[in-house]
């Protein structure tokens, strides 16, 4: 039990040090990045082929890249209605009377919205920082660290839609190639596996520190952490394959054993800040900046009775006083309680009508106001709050989940791998701020009661994963879809819905390369059996 302490103050401490150096970090790189562009505007607009290394550091590419993955600065659209609307929704996170991704309901816009706006921004960047960075041993470090950004950047994207652009994408400026091809799951996994691999073997201590490194650019051991991030990430990749190459899975599980991330000090976190509006939490700029979204957005009563004797609720969850009004700044902080018994979450599947599918005021057990269900802690709503990316927490859930499903055991076994995930998932909330920290006391008796059992193994271990993964929707979305759990009730019955009950296995394509590429999308929509639907299955998601 000292042990266990010891490890979660330790921890705090090294991550509360780590993100005050951040945040001076976030804010510099982007002055850098953006006085850059200023700069050579002319010389660009002038002449396009003069865009190169020589006029343009990459080492900004890599925070803008960075950034735009978070999702800071895309359009708020795309976070609020396709990530929080949609797959939040889907899996449970929340609920609302009125957003599609509570019922399942036909909403072409919110569907389109992370593709229409993923290509020209988060994939954009990360195939310049790729291809402006190649054969350059000036930028040997950073060439690699493109290879695993650009999968991370794609692995969001093919696992929202199945078959999407990959080899040919953001190539119109670079190749003039304007209509992508639209590549195979299999074989985008089959790339991203094999290029994240070789970078991370192709990472060297002794080569260049980039400065444009908003995950570890702070930290004395920067590419040992990439390494780690490097691995983690893999591991990430390979479990996605569990149920359609196993084999291929435990390949790439065995072969990062004891090379992973140890500590929640290797957390890739992006912190923000209000100063500047291209660098604010993307969760804020979805959100918390829209009023009518900040009211419309409750919290599941499915994630609410999961975390019922968790530490995480009062952290994760917050009893908005029906009568304050946004929107949310800090002159204006709603009005919340400390008192975890008031906190309830409104159940999926409901509407404001008087119908079958209604809340009305007379029904036994609900609330007389959907405004006094619970809605996102503003500790984690708010423009400063901190991204984490991939973390330490994760990555220990993964590698129970395979000890677990195959036997593959490295330092630690399921049982051992699921305790240290749940004390890292408590205590990375620290990053929070004080409101966010969890003592060591309390994760020990939530372990307690909250044992490691191999007969219900890897419900326990994915039930944790979908609780680390609150507000990160789209890898809480997926690794459910991976596993099955939790063993969500999907909501039924609810007229116009477009899964048949069923929780949504993948969203439609966009509506509009659907009109400016028809040719590659109606080849990527006749390999989905069933066409281009929320039920059809994306390649990993077999039955």
């Known amino acids: 039990m000292l042990n266990f302490k010891m490890l979660i103050e330790k921890n705090n401490k090294l991550l509360n040090m780590k993100l005050q150096t951040i945040y001076i970090l976030a804010s510099v ?202 691995n983690s990430f893999l591991l990430r990749l390979a479990m996605r394959l569990t149920k359609v190459d196993p084999a ?118 609900f609330l007389a106001n959907v405004n006094l269900y619970a809605r996102i802690n503003p500790l984690i709503l708010n423009p400063t709050a901190p991204s984490l990316v991939l973390t330490y927490a994760e990555t220990e859930l993964l590698l129970a989940d395979a000890a677990q499903r195959w036997g593959i055991v490295g330092t630690e076994d399921a049982g051992t791998a699921y305790n240290n995930g749940v004390t890292a998932a408590m205590s990375q909330l620290s990053v929070y701020g004080d409101g966010g920290t969890i003592s060591g006391d309390d994760i020990m008796t939530y372990l307690g009661a909250h044992p490691y059992s191999p007969a219900n193994g890897l419900n326990l271990i994915n039930t944790q994963y979908w609780l680390t993964t609150f507000c990160d929707e789209y890898e809480a979305w997926s690794n459910f879809r991976r596993t099955g759990y939790p063993a969500l009730i999907p909501v039924s019955g609810y007229p116009s819905s477009q899964s048949n009950g069923a929780i949504p296995h993948r969203m439609q394509y966009s509506t509009n390369d659907k009109q400016v590429n028809p040719t590659n999308y109606n080849t990527a929509v006749s390999r989905l059996t069933g066409g281009d639907k929320i039920t059809s299955r994306v390649w990993w998601d077999i039955q």
């Open 29 to 230: 790189i982007m002055l850098m990045a953006f006085a850059s562009c200023k700069k050579d505007l002319l010389k660009t607009n002038t002449d396009p082929n003069a865009v190169s290394v020589d006029v343009f550091d990459p080492n900004n590419i890599l925070s803008a890249t960075q950034l735009y993955y978070t999702g800071s600065t895309n359009n708020a659209i795309e976070v609020e209605e396709t990530e929080f609307e949609g797959a939040g929704c889907f899996i449970q996170h929340f609920a609302s009377l009125s957003f599609y991704g509570d019922k399942y309901l036909i909403n072409n816009g919110a569907w389109s919205a992370f593709f229409d706006n993923v290509y020209p921004s988060a994939v954009k960047y990360a195939v310049d920082l790729y291809t402006t960075t190649s054969g350059k041993p000036q930028y040997k470090n950073l060439h690699q660290i493109s290879r695993i950004m650009k999968a991370l950047v794609f692995q969001r994207i093919t696992d929202v839609y199945g078959d999407v652009p990959y080899s040919q994408a953001g190539l119109g400026y670079h190749n003039s190639v304007f209509f992508p091809a639209y590549d195979k799951q299999q074989d985008i996994y089959t790339d991203m596996l094999k290029e994240v691999s070789q970078a991370v073997d192709s990472l060297d201590e002794n080569a260049d520190k980039p400065v444009g490194d908003l995950f570890y650019s702070t930290s004395d051991d920067q590419i040992a952490e990439w390494k780690k991030f490097g």
């Open 248 to 365: 291929t899975a435990q390949k790439y599980v065995k072969q990062v054993l004891g090379k992973t991330m140890t500590s929640n000090d290797d957390n890739a976190i992006v912190a923000h800040d209000t100063n500047d509006p291209l660098s604010i939490n993307r969760l804020f700029r979805g959100i918390g900046e829209d009023g009518a979204v900040q009211l419309s957005l409750q919290v599941s009563d499915t994630f609410v009775a999961a975390l019922k004797d968790d530490p995480r609720l009062p952290i994760y969850t917050f009893f908005w006083d029906p009568t304050w009004a946004p929107p949310l700044t800090p002159d204006n902080p709603p009005v919340g309680t400390a008192d975890t018994s008031q906190i309830r979450g409104l159940p999926n599947g409901y509407d404001a009508s008087t119908g079958p599918h209604g809340l009305p005021v007379s029904q036994p057990g």
